[in-house]
């Protein structure tokens, strides 16, 4: 398997500064991280950001040359981060959490990857997952970024892995949803959101919408949280 695998997209110097989104998504999951955690694909190290001062041990894989650099570099000086440019079959250790925020949707064999996760879990360790919801919406900038494809909520609801319970599993951020889907019709061709965008969506949208997803309980939203813990260990 080829190990330099460039990813597609540019998003994530784009989405870099949306920092409200990203703490809304952390305060949504962060009472099932662990002490020893991976994240898969951690990209730029945005989300890493956030939590990477709780005196957690970090271990953050990229496979993408000019990303895993990017993290070297910025958490050289981190203690608690360690950088690897290895698929998740391949790291040696065990962890009690793996994120993978933004990445399953890149992955071509999905299910054997979530397979892969889980083995590499402790018992009673926790596998989450933030994932773009409905693939009705699947645009042209999915498709320049590399999303294989978006995901209906009952792909986890009815995913069976073995030794994995489902835990929670909802819809996040309704409002986004709606102006994903308006910006898909009236801006079929646009391949990646200005800045302006962005700054609207994360710095005045998203304050509404987390009281928007509080009142319409968790039913809608442009995005999918979900939670599994591994039961039992692997034979």
Known sequence: MNKKIVYPGK???LFDKANFWRNYLYFKIKNFFGKKILEVGAGIGSFTEIYKENNQEI????IDPANYKILKEKFNSSKNVKVEDKFT??????FDTILYLSV???IEEDIKEIE??????DENGNLIFCIPAHNYMYSA???EIGHLRRYDINFFKN???KNLKLINCYLLDSLGQL?????KLLFSKEKYPSKIKIFIWDKILIPITIVLDFLLFYKFGKNIICVFKKVGKNY
């Open 11 to 13: 998003e994530l110097e």
């Open 59 to 62: 271990t953050l894989s990229e």
């Open 89 to 94: 079959n391949e790291l040696n250790e065990k």
């Open 104 to 106: 399953l949707e890149h």
């Open 116 to 121: 892969s996760a889980t083995s590499k879990l």
């Open 141 to 143: 900038f999915d498709k």
């Open 159 to 161: 995913l069976k892995i």
């Open 179 to 183: 102006i994903y889907f308006f910006n």
